[in-house]
């Protein structure tokens, strides 16, 4: 478990990232995105300069690019095509010098939107004040 309090632009966005990270990790089974590095114990503090803990796995660098690309559908109001994503993170690969790719179906991304949909829907039926407790994995 880790936390840290998020006030004013912050504490808007990051609500709905960190969802869209849950709903991206469990909806494709990715278990070293960035849930399940919180699972093995890495803390906030780990995710940035001077990283720690080395650099993010694999998974995790998938999983930090398709979060990324529905936050900037999100904020841009249109659904965006697996295409779309392929291509993006094919040059975000190629610009960094990384091996592999990050690649995803239409119905992947299908998976991932009724999930973070659901998430949003509870986040934003709560009270003021309250939690929304998910689970990762059971361990």
């Known amino acids: 478990m880790t936390w840290q309090r998020?006030?004013?632009?912050?504490?808007?966005f990051f609500p709905f990232h960190d969802?869209?990270?849950?709903?991206?990790?469990?909806?494709?089974?990715?278990?070293?995105?960035?849930?399940?590095?919180?699972?093995?114990?890495?803390?906030l503090t780990d995710f940035g300069s001077p990283w720690p803990?080395?650099?993010?796995?694999?998974?995790?660098?998938?999983?930090?690019?398709?979060?990324?690309?529905?936050?900037?559908?999100?904020?841009?109001?249109?659904?965006?095509?697996?295409?779309?994503?392929?291509?993006s993170a094919a040059t975000y690969y190629g610009q960094h010098g990384l091996r592999g790719a990050s690649v995803v179906t239409d119905d992947d991304l299908e998976h991932v939107r009724d999930?973070?949909?659901?998430?949003?829907?509870?986040?934003?039926?709560?009270?003021a004040g309250e939690t929304l407790e998910l689970r990762f994995r059971e361990g």
Do not use: C, I, M
């Open 19 to 43: 969802l869209t990270h849950y709903a991206v990790e469990t909806a494709l089974n990715h278990l070293r995105g960035f849930y399940g590095l919180v699972a093995e114990g890495w803390d």
């Open 53 to 87: 803990r080395g650099p993010l796995p694999d998974e995790a660098l998938a999983a930090e690019l398709l979060v990324g690309f529905l936050d900037r559908e999100r904020a841009a109001g249109e659904e965006w095509s697996a295409a779309q994503f392929n291509a």
């Open 115 to 127: 999930k973070r949909r659901e998430l949003f829907a509870e986040w934003a039926a709560l009270p």
């Open 6 to 12: 998020q006030e004013g632009q912050q504490g808007r």
